[in-house]
Protein backbone atom coordinates (compact mmCIF):
# COMPACT_ATOMS: atom_id res chain seq x y z
CA UNK A 1 0.00 0.00 0.00
CA UNK A 2 1.49 3.82 -1.02
CA UNK A 3 1.95 6.04 1.66
CA UNK A 4 -1.23 8.40 0.10
CA UNK A 5 -3.42 5.14 0.62
CA UNK A 6 -2.10 4.36 3.95
CA UNK A 7 -2.37 8.61 5.06
CA UNK A 8 -6.10 8.11 3.44
CA UNK A 9 -7.17 5.22 5.08
CA UNK A 10 -6.01 6.68 8.44
CA UNK A 11 -8.03 10.13 7.96
CA UNK A 12 -11.16 10.03 9.92
CA UNK A 13 -14.25 9.77 8.09
CA UNK A 14 -17.94 11.51 8.67
CA UNK A 15 -20.35 8.08 7.36
CA UNK A 16 -23.84 8.73 6.50
CA UNK A 17 -26.13 8.60 9.45
CA UNK A 18 -24.42 11.41 11.45
CA UNK A 19 -25.05 13.82 8.43
CA UNK A 20 -28.26 11.99 7.47
CA UNK A 21 -29.60 12.79 11.04
CA UNK A 22 -28.48 16.49 10.56
CA UNK A 23 -30.54 16.99 7.91
CA UNK A 24 -33.67 15.64 8.76
CA UNK A 25 -33.31 18.07 11.80
CA UNK A 26 -32.54 20.81 9.99
CA UNK A 27 -35.27 20.03 7.47
CA UNK A 28 -37.78 19.48 10.16
CA UNK A 29 -37.35 22.44 12.20
CA UNK A 30 -37.22 24.89 9.08
CA UNK A 31 -40.42 23.07 7.69
CA UNK A 32 -41.82 23.54 11.01
CA UNK A 33 -41.17 27.65 10.86
CA UNK A 34 -42.77 27.98 7.34
CA UNK A 35 -45.81 26.08 8.44
CA UNK A 36 -46.47 28.30 11.49
CA UNK A 37 -45.88 31.24 9.64
CA UNK A 38 -48.02 30.19 6.51
CA UNK A 39 -51.09 29.45 9.41
CA UNK A 40 -50.81 32.77 10.70
CA UNK A 41 -51.39 34.56 7.77
CA UNK A 42 -54.07 33.04 6.20
CA UNK A 43 -55.77 31.97 9.41
CA UNK A 44 -55.01 34.86 11.56
CA UNK A 45 -53.39 33.25 14.30
CA UNK A 46 -50.21 34.23 15.81
CA UNK A 47 -48.02 31.19 15.36
CA UNK A 48 -44.32 32.59 15.93
CA UNK A 49 -44.03 30.97 19.80
CA UNK A 50 -44.73 28.13 18.76
CA UNK A 51 -42.22 28.48 16.28
CA UNK A 52 -39.13 30.51 17.77
CA UNK A 53 -39.52 28.38 21.31
CA UNK A 54 -39.80 24.92 19.32
CA UNK A 55 -36.89 25.53 17.21
CA UNK A 56 -34.61 27.24 19.15
CA UNK A 57 -34.64 24.57 21.52
CA UNK A 58 -34.15 22.04 18.93
CA UNK A 59 -31.16 23.58 18.26
CA UNK A 60 -29.57 24.02 21.74
CA UNK A 61 -29.94 21.08 22.68
CA UNK A 62 -28.75 19.42 19.36
CA UNK A 63 -25.88 21.51 19.92
CA UNK A 64 -25.36 20.43 23.59
CA UNK A 65 -25.81 16.82 23.35
CA UNK A 66 -23.91 16.63 19.66
CA UNK A 67 -21.31 13.86 21.16
CA UNK A 68 -23.37 11.76 22.83
CA UNK A 69 -26.43 12.03 20.03
CA UNK A 70 -23.56 11.11 17.71
CA UNK A 71 -22.62 7.79 19.69
CA UNK A 72 -26.54 6.59 19.67
CA UNK A 73 -27.22 7.02 15.95
CA UNK A 74 -23.64 5.66 15.39
CA UNK A 75 -22.59 2.97 17.69
CA UNK A 76 -20.30 2.20 15.08
CA UNK A 77 -17.87 4.91 14.88
CA UNK A 78 -14.59 4.59 16.77
CA UNK A 79 -12.90 7.91 18.77
CA UNK A 80 -11.11 9.29 15.66
CA UNK A 81 -14.80 9.62 13.49
CA UNK A 82 -16.79 10.84 16.70
CA UNK A 83 -14.46 13.45 17.52
CA UNK A 84 -14.94 14.92 13.99
CA UNK A 85 -18.79 14.05 13.94
CA UNK A 86 -19.62 16.00 17.06
CA UNK A 87 -18.28 19.65 15.90
CA UNK A 88 -20.05 19.30 13.03
CA UNK A 89 -23.23 18.46 14.41
CA UNK A 90 -23.05 21.11 16.97
CA UNK A 91 -22.80 23.87 14.25
CA UNK A 92 -25.53 22.59 12.14
CA UNK A 93 -27.41 22.61 15.09
CA UNK A 94 -26.43 25.86 15.50
CA UNK A 95 -27.11 26.95 11.83
CA UNK A 96 -31.02 25.41 11.92
CA UNK A 97 -31.79 28.62 14.05
CA UNK A 98 -30.27 31.11 11.35
CA UNK A 99 -31.76 28.68 8.41
CA UNK A 100 -35.41 29.30 9.97
CA UNK A 101 -34.84 32.65 10.62
CA UNK A 102 -33.90 33.12 7.30
CA UNK A 103 -36.79 30.68 6.21
CA UNK A 104 -39.49 33.01 8.46
CA UNK A 105 -37.97 36.66 7.01
CA UNK A 106 -38.13 35.44 3.44
CA UNK A 107 -42.01 34.41 3.94
CA UNK A 108 -42.58 37.39 6.06
CA UNK A 109 -40.79 39.75 2.95
CA UNK A 110 -42.58 37.89 -0.08
CA UNK A 111 -46.12 38.28 1.72
CA UNK A 112 -45.29 42.01 1.98
CA UNK A 113 -44.80 41.91 -1.87
CA UNK A 114 -40.98 41.58 -2.33
CA UNK A 115 -40.44 38.61 -4.28
CA UNK A 116 -36.40 39.41 -5.60
CA UNK A 117 -35.10 40.60 -2.84
CA UNK A 118 -34.83 37.21 -0.25
CA UNK A 119 -33.30 35.78 -3.40
CA UNK A 120 -30.58 38.22 -3.97
CA UNK A 121 -30.07 37.91 -0.19
CA UNK A 122 -29.75 34.04 -0.62
CA UNK A 123 -27.27 34.26 -3.45
CA UNK A 124 -25.36 36.68 -1.65
CA UNK A 125 -25.37 34.35 1.15
CA UNK A 126 -24.51 31.08 -0.93
CA UNK A 127 -21.10 33.16 -2.26
CA UNK A 128 -20.42 34.02 0.89
CA UNK A 129 -20.69 30.39 1.75
CA UNK A 130 -18.50 29.12 -1.39
CA UNK A 131 -15.60 31.71 -0.27
CA UNK A 132 -15.82 31.04 3.69
CA UNK A 133 -15.37 26.93 2.54
CA UNK A 134 -12.51 27.36 0.37
CA UNK A 135 -10.40 29.04 2.79
CA UNK A 136 -11.40 27.24 6.23
CA UNK A 137 -11.32 23.69 4.58
CA UNK A 138 -8.03 24.20 3.65
CA UNK A 139 -6.81 24.43 7.13
CA UNK A 140 -5.92 21.02 8.30
CA UNK A 141 -6.63 21.64 11.56
CA UNK A 142 -10.59 22.31 10.51
CA UNK A 143 -11.11 20.59 7.14
CA UNK A 144 -14.36 19.15 6.83
CA UNK A 145 -15.69 21.28 9.63
CA UNK A 146 -14.85 24.33 7.90
CA UNK A 147 -17.57 23.87 5.34
CA UNK A 148 -20.25 23.20 8.79
CA UNK A 149 -18.83 26.63 10.02
CA UNK A 150 -19.04 28.44 6.21
CA UNK A 151 -23.39 27.16 6.47
CA UNK A 152 -23.59 29.58 10.00
CA UNK A 153 -21.58 32.29 8.58
CA UNK A 154 -23.45 31.93 5.04
CA UNK A 155 -26.82 31.66 7.25
CA UNK A 156 -26.05 34.66 9.30
CA UNK A 157 -25.16 36.68 6.60
CA UNK A 158 -28.77 36.24 4.75
CA UNK A 159 -30.39 36.92 8.22
CA UNK A 160 -28.68 40.36 8.59
CA UNK A 161 -29.53 41.45 4.57
CA UNK A 162 -32.86 40.46 5.06
CA UNK A 163 -33.07 42.10 8.42
CA UNK A 164 -31.78 45.50 6.61
CA UNK A 165 -34.19 44.83 4.12
CA UNK A 166 -36.92 44.19 6.00
CA UNK A 167 -36.93 48.00 7.41
CA UNK A 168 -38.27 49.09 4.67
CA UNK A 169 -40.63 46.55 3.24
CA UNK A 170 -42.13 45.61 6.81
CA UNK A 171 -44.09 48.85 8.51
CA UNK A 172 -45.46 46.81 11.75
CA UNK A 173 -42.99 46.24 14.08
CA UNK A 174 -42.61 42.43 15.59
CA UNK A 175 -42.47 41.18 19.25
CA UNK A 176 -39.20 40.82 19.41
CA UNK A 177 -39.04 40.02 23.39
CA UNK A 178 -41.74 37.26 22.73
CA UNK A 179 -40.78 36.03 19.61
CA UNK A 180 -37.08 35.84 20.15
CA UNK A 181 -35.52 36.84 23.66
CA UNK A 182 -37.50 35.42 25.67
CA UNK A 183 -37.40 31.41 23.66
CA UNK A 184 -33.91 32.72 23.12
CA UNK A 185 -33.15 32.84 27.30
CA UNK A 186 -35.10 29.87 27.45
CA UNK A 187 -32.85 27.68 25.16
CA UNK A 188 -29.52 28.98 27.19
CA UNK A 189 -30.66 27.83 30.57
CA UNK A 190 -32.06 24.72 29.00
CA UNK A 191 -28.35 24.48 27.55
CA UNK A 192 -26.54 24.96 30.47
CA UNK A 193 -29.03 22.70 32.18
CA UNK A 194 -28.46 19.92 29.93
CA UNK A 195 -24.56 20.38 29.62
CA UNK A 196 -24.12 19.79 33.54
CA UNK A 197 -26.93 17.19 33.59
CA UNK A 198 -25.01 15.28 31.26
CA UNK A 199 -21.55 15.95 33.43
CA UNK A 200 -23.15 14.23 35.90
CA UNK A 201 -24.29 11.47 34.34
CA UNK A 202 -21.25 10.78 32.81
CA UNK A 203 -19.84 10.66 36.54
CA UNK A 204 -22.89 7.81 37.53
CA UNK A 205 -23.07 5.53 33.93
CA UNK A 206 -20.90 4.35 30.91
CA UNK A 207 -24.07 4.22 29.27
CA UNK A 208 -23.89 6.62 26.21
CA UNK A 209 -27.92 5.20 25.68
CA UNK A 210 -28.67 6.29 29.08
CA UNK A 211 -26.33 10.04 29.21
CA UNK A 212 -28.30 10.74 26.17
CA UNK A 213 -31.83 10.15 27.01
CA UNK A 214 -31.14 10.99 30.54
CA UNK A 215 -29.72 14.72 29.28
CA UNK A 216 -32.47 14.58 27.01
CA UNK A 217 -35.55 14.22 29.35
CA UNK A 218 -33.79 16.50 31.58
CA UNK A 219 -33.56 19.23 28.84
CA UNK A 220 -37.24 19.04 27.78
CA UNK A 221 -38.31 19.32 31.25
CA UNK A 222 -36.51 22.45 32.27
CA UNK A 223 -37.13 23.81 28.77
CA UNK A 224 -40.73 23.35 29.45
CA UNK A 225 -40.99 24.67 32.50
CA UNK A 226 -39.13 28.08 31.42
CA UNK A 227 -40.75 28.45 28.23
CA UNK A 228 -44.00 28.69 30.64
CA UNK A 229 -42.40 30.66 33.53
CA UNK A 230 -41.50 33.34 30.34
CA UNK A 231 -44.34 33.06 29.15
CA UNK A 232 -43.13 32.14 25.72
CA UNK A 233 -46.28 30.54 24.55
CA UNK A 234 -49.61 32.50 24.18
CA UNK A 235 -53.33 30.76 24.45
CA UNK A 236 -53.33 31.37 20.51
CA UNK A 237 -50.23 29.71 20.39
CA UNK A 238 -51.70 26.59 21.89
CA UNK A 239 -54.84 26.36 19.93
CA UNK A 240 -52.60 26.07 17.15
CA UNK A 241 -51.64 22.29 18.59
CA UNK A 242 -54.16 19.38 18.55
CA UNK A 243 -56.61 19.81 21.21
CA UNK A 244 -54.64 22.96 21.87
CA UNK A 245 -57.63 24.03 24.84
CA UNK A 246 -57.02 20.96 26.62
CA UNK A 247 -53.18 21.89 26.88
CA UNK A 248 -53.89 25.32 27.54
CA UNK A 249 -56.24 24.26 30.76
CA UNK A 250 -53.50 21.69 31.75
CA UNK A 251 -50.62 24.58 31.46
CA UNK A 252 -52.47 27.24 33.29
CA UNK A 253 -52.73 29.48 30.12
CA UNK A 254 -55.52 31.76 30.04
CA UNK A 255 -56.82 33.60 26.72
CA UNK A 256 -56.03 37.47 26.95
CA UNK A 257 -58.96 39.56 26.21
Not at 181 to 190: E, L
Request: charged share 10%; with cysteine.
Amino acid sequence: MSNVSKKKSSLPTVQQPAARWAFVLAVCASLGVVVSYYWRVFYGLDARGVSAAGVTGLCVGLAVLAEPIIRLLAGNYGPESVATATPILAYLGIAVVFNSTVLLFNAIMQAHGDVTTPVVNMLIGGIVKVIVNYILVAIPSLNIIGAAIGTIVCYVTITVLDLIAMRRTVTTHPAVARNLIRPAAAAAIMGAATFFAEAVLRRVTSSNTIICLGALVIAVIVYAIFVLVLQCITYEDCLLLPKGEKIAKILHIKHKT
